[in-house]
């Protein structure tokens, strides 16, 4: 399995090398004038390579199948065949477009608790997107960007599926009010910062090209939100609010207990001590001990405190490095697996850091 976060690190470096020779025409034009631009043209392919890399490497290392995504090509590569220049929209716009439609299907739940399976969904989103496309594929290419752009004003509230505490225990209905309150608070906090940051985006843009057509606080929503719909991060068994009491006890002991030995027993780090993860159990206690009150029943809620803070992190050097719609697919495909348990959280961030131009351009 770790040959799969290898494979991300691996698409991410040809990004870099693709951005650094600047291979591509990044420039989008009329159909009339595209066929002449040989450069367009292999531009365009690789943004539906974006696409079909992802799948075939979630086949290969985890044997599933991304149905949805897969029909989603077909069209495209339809739509190149036909229209172009404009392939590239069309599943950004059915991935947006299912985003909004799950997020207001969560505003509709939280108001009314209407409920909706995840296939109907994916049904919407492609009947919408191919609706939408139709009408405005004979417009200029700036009233497709404005509208996959005003599809994400509502997309944070896809973090707020984290703010449940009612459960089903038994055939009981139960709810956790003390064990949420700070993590729901927190959570309540990072969704309207990112809510009204993204309007303001939205509605400031002057974005002409579909590569930068995603907000970074969509993005960092879809990634936050995709934390609890992939449901395949082994280091809390199941995703919050899926369980209150942690079903691995070993791994949360292993990574709390220096803390307690070091702020509680005053032992020293590295030498009366030396962790088995090094300083990695320390950012997870860190939001356990401190950001929340350190109780058991909080164990998976600092968990998940301490991947948004990666996410955010990740997602904001990833967006200046690249564009936001490379960072998009990124995070769209790779989250769950990424993000699960893992002591390697730091390795990409660290990258990215270090691949600044302004850092290798320093001298000593």
């Known amino acids: 399995m770790f040959l799969y976060p290898f494979s991300i690190i691996i698409l991410i470096v040809i990004e870099f090398i693709r951005i650094k020779n600047n291979k591509f025409n990044l420039s989008y ?15 365009y392919k690789y943004n539906i390579l974006l696409l079909i890399i992802p799948i075939l490497v979630l086949f290969v290392f985890t044997e599933i199948f991304d149905i949805f995504s897969f029909f989603v090509v077909v069209s495209s590569i339809y739509i190149y065949m036909n229209y172009k220049e404009k392939a590239i ?21 939280f108001l009314f608790e209407i409920k909706i399976s995840i296939f109907s969904i994916y049904l919407l989103s492609f009947v919408f997107s191919i609706f939408s496309f139709n009408l405005l594929i004979s417009d200029s290419n700036k009233k497709l960007i404005k ?37 729901q608070l927190i959570i309540w906090i990072i969704f309207l910062f990112l809510f009204i940051w993204n309007i303001i985006l939205i509605f400031k843009s002057k974005v002409t090209s579909i590569k930068y057509s995603i907000t970074l606080p969509t993005i960092i929503s879809v990634s936050i939100g995709n934390i609890y719909n992939k449901n395949i991060l082994g280091f809390i068994g199941n995703v919050i609010p899926s369980v209150i009491i942690p079903n691995d006890w070993w791994h949360y002991a292993d990574e709390s207990m220096y803390w307690y030995q070091v702020f509680n027993l005053k032992q020293r780090l590295f030498e009366d001590i030396s ?23 909080q164990a998976t809620f600092a968990a998940i405190l301490m991947i948004i803070l990666y996410i955010i992190i990740i997602a904001i050097l990833l967006y200046k490095k690249t564009n936001s719609l490379f960072t998009f697919f990124i995070f769209h495909y790779f989250v769950g697996i990424f993000f699960g348990y893992s002591r390697n959280h730091l390795i990409l961030p660290i990258m990215l850091l270090l691949s600044s131009q302004k850092l290798i351009d320093r001298k000593g």
């Open 29 to 43: 034009q009329s159909c009339k004038e595209y066929k002449y631009n040989i450069q367009s043209c292999k531009e």
């Open 89 to 109: 929209y069309f599943p950004v716009l059915v991935f947006i477009s299912m985003y909004f439609f799950k997020s207001l299907f969560i505003i509709l739940n």
């Open 147 to 183: 509208f996959i752009l005003l599809l994400q004003i509502f997309i944070p509230f896809n973090i707020l599926m984290f703010t449940i505490n009612k459960y089903n225990y038994r055939g009981e209905i139960i709810y956790f009010y003390s064990e949420h309150f700070k993590f």
């Open 275 to 297: 962790p088995i993860s090094g300083l990695f159990s320390f950012v997870y206690s860190f939001f356990h001990n401190i950001i929340l009150d350190g109780y058991i029943s």
